[in-house]
Each structure stands twice: as structure tokens, then as C-alpha cells.
């Protein structure tokens, strides 16, 4: 009786040790900080949201700056660390790994930088990197690895694309902005994407923003080398990976806004395009939408995309006029 006795003494006292051991020790509610991460020797930005509970993991997304950008200059473009407080989400927000210009620009494998380069193997891994730093993020207790998220910029929103072809089964869902890829343009046909380039593990949410007078990854297509297919071929694609069944959607979201949607996809990972017409290479984002699509997903569990309320369902094919 008495070692029993002892032995619950023993595990109450440990109790409140390994509940504080869990509790997020980085930075601070509310503030924008440069965090180390782990021993990776990259720090990112990391902002925690305004009345932020350090016992209660949240949901995290990660913010991926244009071509020879910075994370700072992508929190202040986006706007997401309003956005961070408002709806209790995490935002980090990494400089990529290769230096170019006055920034740095993302390692794509086999796909040129915009400095027509291809990353090399002495380059450094920037998927292995964003894993490690959910991974840490989530062993400090401060984020919840079930709703981890992606979104970034043209090069960052490349990125994001091959972050959903390579770690579907570490991000519940994608939103690339101006940036949608699903693989790498084929080489005998680079109008459509080559399915080699994109094979993720499980169907993937995809919500994608663009602008239909961006010059630079025009949603028609052409442009630079790693571009070429159009952005209505990458959603697709998309949908095929998602095995989406019911006939796509056109609607109206804004007077200048319309939104392509594929559904009925496995595990209810819909396919969505928000198109800005008059929009250019720009954080073209209506970044409360986004947040509800991504939200709405969650690793390990199948959850129905919100309904629609913005707007009445067209046939397929871009609204005209």
C-alpha cells in the first residue's frame, strides 16, 4: 500500500513538470520574433496571435516570400499577421535557402531559379527544412501538426505547389498565390504538366489566387521556362490527383473576383481558383477566405468544405464579360 501510495506521490509531482515541458516557450502573444530553429542554423520569422494560449498548440501557417524576397518583406505584403490575430493561427514566415539578389529564391528540384539556375545537390533542402521546422514547432508545443498550412508568393507559391506534390502528409492544405503549379511543364509537351513531377501521397486541399493581367506567370500560360502550362491545366491536374467528380463550378465571388471550384474530390480535398480580374503579380488574396478553406482541413480526418455563399454556380469555363 505504501509503494503504491509512494508511486502516485511520485507521478503527481511529475505531472505539472511534463505539462510545462509542453507549454510554448517561444516568443510572445501578439509580437512578430526571429526564432532559431532547432539546429538547423535558419531562423524565421514566427509570429504567435494576439491572445495566444502558450498551452494550446495552434493551427500554423507558413508564409513563402517571391523570388529574391525576405520573410519580412512577405509578412508586410500579405498582410497575414492581422489576419494571424484575428482568426488565432501562427504565422512563420522563412527566408528560402538560396541566396540571389537582395533575397533568396526557393530550391524547386530540377526546376531553374529565376536566375536560370538549377539547384543543385550542395544547395540547401528547403523541404527538409520547412519539416524540420513544423516538426520543432510542434515538439515546443506551439503548433499543432495536424493543421499545419501553406501558402507564398509567385516563387513561394511555387513552392507551395511542390510542397503539395512532396508533403501532402505533412500540410493539410495549399494555397499558392500567383504561383499554382502541379509538376513540372513536360518536356515533350509543356503545355501540360508532367506527371512524374507531382505525386503526392494523399489528395490534397488546393485553393489558388491569381490575377488575370499578371504578366510575369500568366494564368494563359507561356512566360518563363518553368511556367509554360496554363493555371486552368494546373487546377486540372489538381483535381484529377484529388479525384474530384462532380462537373467544375464558375462563380462570382466580387464584381472583380470569380472563383473556379472542382469537387467532389476524395476526402472532400476540393480544388478552388480565385481569379482577380484586372489583377496583376501581386498578393492578390482575400486573406479571410483563405483562411476558411484551409481551416476547414486538418490532417487525419475528412472534413466537408464550407458551402458556398457568395455568389451563384455557373456551368464550367471562366465567367465572360
Not at 493543421?147 to 494555397?175: K, N
Not at 494523399?202 to 506567370?217: E, Q
Not at 473556379?260 to 498578393?283: K, L, N
Request: glycine share 12%.
Amino acid at each position: 500500500m505504501f509503494i503504491l501510495a509512494a508511486a502516485l506521490v511520485g507521478a503527481w509531482s511529475l505531472a505539472p513538470a511534463a505539462h510545462a515541458a509542453t507549454r510554448c516557450a517561444v516568443g510572445a502573444p501578439g509580437v512578430t520574433a526571429r526564432v532559431a530553429i532547432g539546429d538547423t542554423g535558419r531562423p524565421m520569422l514566427l509570429h504567435l496571435p494576439a491572445g495566444y494560449d502558450p498551452a494550446q498548440p495552434a493551427p500554423i501557417v507558413f508564409l513563402l516570400h517571391g523570388s529574391t524576397g525576405t520573410g519580412a518583406a512577405m509578412l508586410r505584403d500579405s498582410a497575414l499577421e492581422a489576419s494571424a490575430d484575428k482568426h488565432g493561427f501562427i504565422v512563420a514566415a522563412p527566408d528560402a535557402g538560396i541566396p540571389e539578389g537582395k533575397g533568396f529564391v526557393w530550391n524547386i528540384p530540377g526546376v531553374p531559379t529565376v536566375a536560370g539556375t538549377i539547384p543543385t545537390a550542395d544547395d540547401p533542402d528547403d523541404v527538409a527544412y520547412l519539416e524540420t521546422a513544423l516538426d520543432w514547432l510542434a515538439a515546443e508545443g506551439c503548433a499543432d501538426a495536424a493543421r499545419a498550412y501553406v501558402t507564398g508568393l509567385s516563387g513561394g507559391g511555387r513552392m507551395t505547389s511542390w510542397l503539395g506534390c512532396v508533403a501532402a502528409d505533412r500540410f493539410a492544405a495549399i494555397a499558392p498565390v500567383v504561383g499554382l503549379r502541379a509538376g513540372n511543364p513536360a518536356k515533350h509537351d509543356p503545355s501540360r504538366p508532367d506527371p512524374a513531377t507531382c505525386r503526392p501521397s494523399r489528395p490534397i486541399p488546393v485553393i489558388a489566387f491569381a490575377g488575370d493581367a499578371d504578366k510575369t506567370n500568366p494564368i494563359l500560360g507561356g512566360g518563363t521556362g518553368y511556367w509554360q502550362y496554363t493555371m486552368h491545366a494546373a487546377e486540372q491536374r489538381w483535381a484529377a490527383l484529388n479525384g474530384c467528380t462532380a462537373a467544375p463550378t464558375t462563380r462570382w465571388i466580387t464584381e472583380r473576383v470569380y472563383e473556379e471550384r472542382y469537387s467532389g474530390c476524395r476526402d472532400g480535398a476540393d480544388v478552388a481558383a480565385r481569379i482577380t480580374v484586372g489583377g496583376g503579380h501581386a498578393w492578390v488574396v482575400d486573406n479571410d477566405a483563405m483562411w476558411a478553406f484551409l481551416s476547414s482541413y486538418r490532417l487525419g480526418t475528412i472534413t466537408a468544405p464550407r458551402g458556398h455563399k457568395n455568389g451563384p454556380s455557373t456551368s464550367s469555363g471562366r465567367p465572360g464579360g
